[in-house]
């Protein structure tokens, strides 16, 4: 075990505003889900995306289940995803009691491969869900395309992709809605919280409809449908707020981690990047290597154990989900083959990225990997 301190693979930045704005959330005793901050943060949220509007809910999984609700997806319904993804994509897709079917990732961009959607539509299809995966975003063109072929919605999952650009456009308007989280680890956060994003009115109506219970926005207590309580608190608007504040500050500072990451890891064989591709600028948020055992010598995991007993925490890339037990049958049913995910899967891992991560903890992340390319190569 290492006697030098511990270093997370994620820590929040709440070094602006936020105490002052919360602390002001509960002098005002706003702190339910109506209040100054909301709306403030729902305003701004939409601008930064290039929507009509935000609407703020508990978390991204929630974002997710109120998008394929507004949408009307049913039970039968299928639901084209990547497998590369947290759960909480397909978990949402279930919770309508709609069936997730898994497309294989592009090795270019990790995110769904829009040339292998086409050979999982099925006439039950409804829809895309593309994630933004570690902050690069999906060829969105390219999914669209299919989608408008084959009169399908695309629902853009951006939990990890605060502030990324694709073509010069910001993620979340390149789609019908998109969703975002605002959990702990992510680039922009609340602790929970999450957002959907939206610029048709009638979508809109529906969705702000579903979150408060099904109360009619224009009548009160009357209640056209079965709705929700997917409400985010007012306290929790004021942290976004802050954040918001300081989104490009937060960013540029992870920018910097990236390419010092770039720099100090680029000669190590066997240690590869995320791809970015041309169109792409993606969110900074954690960094991705992926390591060939052959040219490096060790095994991912065998990498991630050696750092964790040098106090330096990292995270696997997902398991990809059409291997887990919720989902596994139906995928093994209809012969979902996905080579470029499971590769992925093996290999990748996100190393420590967070805005007060210090140039010496980097430089002992990075010796340390060093250290295990080494140790292998010095034993043949
Ligand atoms: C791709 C993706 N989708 C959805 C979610 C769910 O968000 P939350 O944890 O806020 O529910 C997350 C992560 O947290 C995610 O990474």
């Not at 109506?34 to 601008?47: Q, S, W």
């Not at 969703?179 to 048709?200: D, H, Q």
């Not at 802050?242 to 390419?259: G, H, M, S, T, Y």
Request: aromatic share 8%.
């Amino acid at each position: 075990m290492s006697d030098q301190p511990p270093i997370r693979v994620a820590a929040p930045d709440l070094g602006g505003n936020e105490e002052r704005y919360v602390v002001e959330a509960l002098r005002s005793t706003w702190i339910s889900s109506t209040g100054a901050f909301l709306d403030r943060f729902e305003r701004d949220f939409a601008a930064v995306c290039g929507t009509r509007h935000a609407l703020a809910v508990c978390n991204g999984t929630v974002a997710l289940h109120l998008s394929l609700l507004a949408l009307d997806v049913r039970r039968g319904d299928e639901v084209l995803l990547p497998s590369l993804t947290y759960v909480a994509t397909a978990n949402a897709v279930r919770y309508v009691g709609a069936e997730p079917v898994f497309v294989d990732v592009d090795p270019g961009t990790w995110c769904i491969d829009p040339d292998a959607l086409e050979d999982s539509i099925t006439p039950r299809t409804r829809g895309i869900i593309p994630v933004h995966l570690y902050g690069h975003p999906a060829d969105m063109d390219a999914i669209n395309h299919v989608a408008a072929v084959h009169g399908l919605w695309v629902v853009e999952d951006a939990a990890e992709a605060h502030l990324a650009k694709y073509k010069g456009r910001p993620v979340g308007s390149l789609a019908r809605l998109a969703t975002f989280s605002f959990y702990g680890n992510k680039i922009i956060t609340s602790g929970e919280g999450g957002a959907v994003v939206v610029s048709e009115p009638q979508l809109e109506l529906r969705l702000r409809t579903l979150r408060g219970q099904g109360m009619d926005p224009a009548r009160r207590y009357y209640f056209p449908v079965t709705g929700y309580n997917f409400r985010l608190t007012n306290i929790a608007a004021a942290i976004l707020c802050a954040q918001l504040e300081r989104a490009d500050e937060i960013v540029e500072r992870r920018r910097q981690l990236f390419a010092s990451y770039r720099e100090l890891l680029g000669d190590i064989p066997g240690v590869s990047f995320q791809p970015v591709a041309g169109w792409a600028e993606p969110a900074p948020w954690l960094f991705c290597i992926t390591v060939e055992e052959r040219d490096f010598g060790r095994s991912r995991d065998d990498l991630m154990r050696m750092l964790a007993r040098d106090g330096i925490e990292t995270r696997p890339f997902f398991i990809p989900l059409h291997t887990l037990p919720p989902f596994r049958e139906g995928a093994r049913k209809r012969g979902d083959l996905l080579p470029a995910t499971d590769i992925l899967a093996r290999s990748g891992m996100n190393l420590p990225t967070y805005s007060s991560l210090a140039a010496g903890e980097l430089e002992r992340i990075a010796t340390a990997i060093r250290h295990a390319a080494r140790a292998r190569a010095t034993s043949y």
